[in-house]
């Protein structure tokens, strides 16, 4: 049986401003920190920043945290809330040019091996099941916190979950046509 | 490509494309939230009787809370379909499979004809006496219609098997060909979880984006899979909304489908259509509740709606346990139909009618009928209330899943044979 990280334990330690700490904490939460984000925000500049943001503000409002809840679910919420936020203020305003940003999906940054980058992947996924597939498969998190952090009822994340790998698979299926 | 294979292109994917930004996050300059001062506890001061109140005071409040939770828990439904191939499969399924008994059934004459043989014993020992049963059907006064044989009991003239001389047929006789007409979908639709798999993959049809499979086992033993081939796509006027088309075939027979899943709110409705011709079709749609999972299907036949029932389902010991419903106003009936381990179904009923109740047990297997040469379902009705208390039998159509030459009919393509 794999020990449960001891969030708390380490929170207590980054207060006292440990790096260690830090660093622990970075390692077992930047998965869904990431995976959230990416589903809102395309460019890879933006992203990077918010992710920075995201733990600066995590830092500063810890505070607001109650020992023993779910801190992964706790922190997500503060990386999704500035995603959206940053969405909701730029996304119409600033045109996002592959060539010139370097996209977050750039086909450089593709995983070489298959072939396909994450861009090609969730490109026919809404904002939605982008946030349900990407927190489920690449942090792991589980499907009743996924409900909690998008807020729709846990069937609902189920079916979206199914709906959006089957999209997937077709969009596959055509580029391997 | 399997799902796996896709998860793990995903995840390498993203772990490719993820930056690393602890490094630009300098701790010792960072404004981190100083931990609010713990409130210093208050003395308390003990004293017996301050004691004993909480203590009181906390045993109360722990069986309430556990009472409370038994309540909350007993009261929460598990649905007995979970999945989107679940539902998608049942109820597309169970409807073109009461679609298909279209056939078997004469809308104009189903409730003044005779459905059948109907072998009403009061002893084992007699020979068998064959009668007319009342005509079953939607039409309740036709219920009161004596068969034409003379010596067969009616429902205006009750007579329960307590002699051996008398034989009698019970209230529910009337209901036994409306029963059948459900019978061929239970048969296929309530198994146990192990005997029965839904799944929905990618089509290779061209013209059908996903191919859904049920395969479960009948009441002979033989393995079965239905197939069907259809579309979804978002609804252009409602992104909640999603519209399916698609086609099933049972039979020699292919049925059309066609219906939507809508997100509503907590809950995802869907409403499904199998359709013979635009004359004759079979709807079902959704009406889970706080209560459970239930579905009402509303039979049509040559342009006239034949028949409304609830179907609710519950999952007991794995086991898929539906219960038909149905009111009139003449008529108030409750079938709740269940796969036994020893084979055959077990059918729990209550039906008033004409201010009678009767309440039984039904006993159904699936037998050889050597003059008709084809299956048949055999009904063994024990009625344990009401006027017509006793033991009779019957028997009732059973379409083609399986024929005597190993020809499976009844389904795209079968494993096994009986």
Request: with cysteine; net charge negative.
């Amino acid at each position: 049986m794999i020990p449960l990280f001891d969030f708390d334990g380490r929170l207590a330690l980054l207060r006292q401003r440990d790096e260690v700490a830090f660093q622990e904490v970075y390692d077992q939460t930047k998965r869904g920190v990431f995976a959230v984000i990416v589903a809102i925000v395309r460019d890879r500049g933006d992203a990077e920043d918010l992710m920075q943001e995201t733990y600066m503000k995590m830092l500063a409002h810890l505070d607001q945290y109650e020992p023993g809840r779910n801190f992964n679910a706790w922190i997500v919420q503060i990386a999704k809330n500035l995603a959206f936020d940053h969405y909701r203020k730029h996304h119409q305003s600033i045109p996002v040019d592959p060539q010139e940003q370097g996209y977050l999906f750039d086909r450089v940054d593709a995983h070489e091996s298959s072939g396909y980058d994450l861009e090609t992947l969730i490109a026919p996924l809404d904002q939605d099941e982008r946030q349900i597939v990407l927190l489920h498969i690449v942090s792991n998190t589980k499907f009743k916190d996924i409900a909690t952090i998008v807020d729709k009822p846990l069937g609902t994340v189920l079916w979206m979950y199914n709906r959006a790998l089957k999209k997937m698979q077709k969009q596959i299926g055509r580029g391997a046509e | 490509m399997k799902r796996r294979e896709l998860k793990n292109l995903i995840q390498n994917a993203a772990i490719a494309a993820m930056p690393d930004v602890c490094n630009r996050i300098n701790l010792q300059t960072a404004v981190i939230a100083e931990m609010p001062e713990q409130p210093t506890r208050p003395q308390i001061r003990f004293g017996l009787s301050g004691v004993l109140k909480v203590a009181m005071v906390s045993i109360f409040a722990v069986f309430s809370g556990f009472f409370l939770y038994n309540q909350f828990r007993d009261q929460t439904p598990v649905l007995a379909l979970q999945t989107e191939a679940e539902v998608y499969g049942f109820t597309m399924v169970s409807a073109t499979s009461i679609l298909s008994q279209f056939s078997l059934i004469d809308p104009l004459s189903a409730d003044l004809t005779d459905f059948g043989t109907v072998i009403a014993l009061a002893d084992p020992g007699n020979n068998p006496t064959t009668q007319n049963a009342p005509g079953p059907g939607t039409n309740p006064t036709t219920q009161d219609n004596p068969g034409p044989t003379t010596d067969a009991p009616t429902t205006t003239n009750p007579t329960t098997t307590t002699t051996e001389s008398v034989v009698t047929a019970a209230l529910v006789a009337a209901k036994v060909e409306t029963v059948t007409r459900y019978l061929n979908a239970m048969e296929i639709m309530l198994a146990e979880k192990t005997e029965t798999e839904y799944k929905i993959v990618a089509s290779e049809t061209v013209g059908y984006q996903w191919l859904l499979t049920y395969s479960t086992i009948d009441l002979l033993g033989n393995t079965l899979e239905y197939e069907i081939r259809y579309n979804e796509e978002v609804d252009p006027e409602n992104a909640n909304r999603h519209l399916i088309t698609g086609v099933m075939a049972f039979g020699d027979v292919e049925y059309a489908m066609s219906g939507s899943a809508v997100i509503d709110g907590e809950t995802i409705r869907t409403t499904f259509r199998a359709e013979l011709d635009e004359d004759n079709y079979v709807t079902v749609s959704d009406e889970t509740d706080a209560d459970g999972q239930k579905y009402r299907y509303t039979l049509v036949q040559n342009g006239e709606t034949t028949q409304n029932v609830t179907m609710r389902l519950q999952r007991e010991n794995q086991k898929l346990v539906a219960t038909l419903a149905w009111t009139t106003e003449a008529e108030t009936a409750e079938f709740r139909f269940q796969k036994k381990t020893t084979g055959g179904l077990e059918i729990r009923y209550r039906y008033l009618c004409g201010g009678e109740e009767e309440t039984g047990k039904m006993d159904v297997d699936v037998e050889y009928d050597q003059e008709r040469e084809t299956f048949c379902y055999q009904y063994a009705v024990d009625a344990q209330t009401g006027n017509h208390m006793g033991h009779s039998e019957y028997s009732g159509d059973r379409s083609n899943k399986t024929g005597m030459n190993g020809h499976h009919s009844g389904m795209m393509g079968s494993i096994g044979s009986f």
